[in-house]
Each structure stands twice: as structure tokens, then as C-alpha cells.
């Protein structure tokens, strides 16, 4: 990753240079983040910057777009509040949102099934609006899942190569079947909703092991929401799948099927992550492969 030094002498150089009303206010850095860096602004309020080229645009998209999702969702999510332009200090965009309380659930998981898996299901089913005709789309995510077999068939195939990377090397072959039965489910046929797109254990905050925040809307697109319900299989201990979607008003067995396979998706990303921070690669996570060896498992089940 191409690393900028960001250090509080520049992000609070970047606010007087743009934003003077907000540059007295108290920073503290956030530890965290995978393509961003986070500074908490004051009480209520945070800096989120690039650390790679690849993170301004999902910044301006959640600038342009966020403001535009449904009203009242009941979780809090981080609203985009300013927008700084690239300069001669920093050369890309970056915003001040709204902070939102919480800790990251890859670093304290959800823990308390039920009420999580409530709340959760609560969330998406606000959330899954028909998004407006202009909304932006994704190349994959929340499209037909069997237009991206070939992205999965080569994670299993690394696993199959590189048995270090997880303990359920040897699932691959049942593996494979979660997946054919979810590319086989029948196609969503209502009209593309809102969808976050991005609901694994770093995007969502906990409070006393219940689900509490959702963060991350960089690729936040219109879709099949059973790509948001993966989230139950990801994000929710044993049991937690079947109590989200008992409480999700979408429900039936294609997007429950559909959403499995988005499920092993998210797990084969943790797991790859997680093995490059055990191999000390850069952008790797090694908190992350217990989170995609929990999926997996429940994926199997």
C-alpha cells in the first residue's frame, strides 16, 4: 500500500487550510482502517483520508450519495457532513462525518445473538429501498452471482493451493456446492434497492456485543439485497442466520440461497486477508481469518 505520512500536524493543516471553523477542535487518531485513516474531530465528528489512491472515489461517493438514503435508519451510520478537495498538502479528497460510537466487530464481535440478529434485519429492511434510477451500480456486487464464478473458483483454488491459509482446505469440494446451489437460485426480480455491499466484521460497530453502527458506504450501489444479507451468515454467532431472517420481511429460499453465496464470497476475502497479515504481506489482516473460518462453518452447516 502506498502509505502517506499522516500524522495530526497535517490532517489539522488540511482543516485550516479548508475547513478553519473546525481546525480547534481536538483530534485523536483512530486505530483502525484498511484503504482510510480515521482522526476523531471534537466529540462528534471525524476525519476520514485516503491512504491509497483507490479510497478517494468511494469518499466522494459516500459524500454524493449517502445524504440520499432512505430517512430513519435505525442504526446509527456516519454522515458526511464536509468535503476537503486535494491540495498541495494532501493530494487527494477527503470528508468530516458524523462520528458514531462503537468498536469495530473484528476487534469485539457480536456476541448476543438475538437482539443482534433483530437489529440487523431491522437495518437492511430499512435500508432495502428501491434506490432512484440514477443510483450507482457495481460490476459485481449486488449483480447475478453466476457472472462471478470465476472470481470465486479462483479463491477456492488458492486455498486448495495454499492449505496454510485455512483449516477447511479439505471443505473445499463442499464448498464449491454452497456455491453452485447459490449461483442456481432464482434471480431477484424486484427492482434494484439500496445496499450497502460491503457488511463484514470491520464495516459494523458493537456495544456490549450487540450490533450498535454501520460504517464504509464507499461501495454503497443498487443490487439484490441478498448481498446485504450475507451478513447474517458474517456477522452473526451460530444461530443468528435463521433469527435475521425470521425477522427480514424480503425473505424466501432463493435470496436465503443467494445470500449464502455472497456469504462465502465475504469468508474467502477474510480468509485471504487474514493469511497475508500472518505472512506479514502488506494489507493484510490476521485478526480477520477467524471471522472467515466462522463463516465458512456456518456456511457448512
Known amino acids: ?20 471553523d473546525l481546525a480547534g477542535l481536538e483530534l485523536r487518531e ?16 471525524a476525519v476520514r483520508i485516503p491512504r491509497v489512491e483507490g479510497a478517494a472515489a468511494p469518499l466522494a461517493k459516500e459524500y454524493a450519495w449517502v445524504p440520499r438514503l432512505p430517512e430513519g435508519l435505525p442504526l ?25 460510537s462503537g468498536a469495530p466487530a473484528d476487534h469485539e464481535p457480536v456476541e448476543r445473538v438475538e437482539p ?7 437495518f437492511l429492511a430499512a435500508l432495502h429501498r428501491p434506490a432512484p ?9 449486488g449483480r447475478p452471482l453466476d457472472a462471478i464464478t470465476a472470481y470465486v473458483e479462483q479463491r477456492l483454488a488458492n486455498i486448495e493451493q495454499y492449505p496454510a491459509m485455512t483449516s477447511l482446505h479439505t471443505e473445499v469440494p463442499r464448498l464449491r456446492k454452497v456455491w453452485a446451489d447459490a449461483a442456481a437460485a432464482e434471480l431477484w426480480d424486484g427492482p434494484p434497492v439500496w ?8 464495516n459494523v ?40 431472517f425470521a425477522h427480514y420481511p424480503l425473505t424466501d429460499e432463493p435470496l436465503i440461497r443467494r445470500s449464502r453465496g455472497w456469504g462465502l464470497i465475504r469468508a474467502l476475502l477474510q480468509i485471504e486477508v487474514g ?9 493484510g489482516k490476521a485478526n480477520w481469518k477467524p471471522f472467515g473460518e466462522a463463516t465458512l462453518r456456518r456456511l457448512l452447516t
Not at 5 to 18: K, N
Not at 84 to 95: Q, Y
Not at 195 to 202: G, Q, T
Open 76 to 100: 446509527p451510520v456516519p454522515r458526511p457532513v464536509r468535503l476537503g478537495e486535494g491540495s498541495d498538502r494532501f493530494p487527494r479528497n477527503w470528508t468530516v462525518v458524523t462520528w458514531v
Open 30 to 45: 483512530v486505530v483502525g482502517g484498511w484503504g482510510n485513516r480515521m482522526w476523531r474531530l471534537g466529540d462528534d465528528l
Open 116 to 122: 443482534s440478529a433483530q437489529i440487523l434485519a431491522g
Open 205 to 244: 460497530l458493537t456495544t456490549g456485543g450487540v450490533l450498535s453502527g454501520v460504517i464504509d458506504f464507499g461501495e454503497l450501489c443498487a443490487g439484490d439485497p441478498a448481498d446485504d444479507l450475507a451478513a447474517a451468515w458474517v456477522l452473526l454467532p451460530d444461530g443468528g442466520a435463521e433469527a435475521c
Open 133 to 141: 434510477a440514477d443510483a450507482p451500480v457495481d460490476g459485481h456486487r
Open 275 to 283: 493469511y497475508s497479515g500472518e505472512m506479514g504481506w502488506a494489507g
Open 1 to 20: 500500500m502506498d502509505d502517506l505520512v499522516i500524522d495530526e500536524a497535517l490532517v489539522r493543516s488540511m482543516l485550516e487550510e479548508q475547513h478553519p
Open 195 to 202: 445496499i450497502h455491499a460491503d457488511l463484514h466484521s470491520a
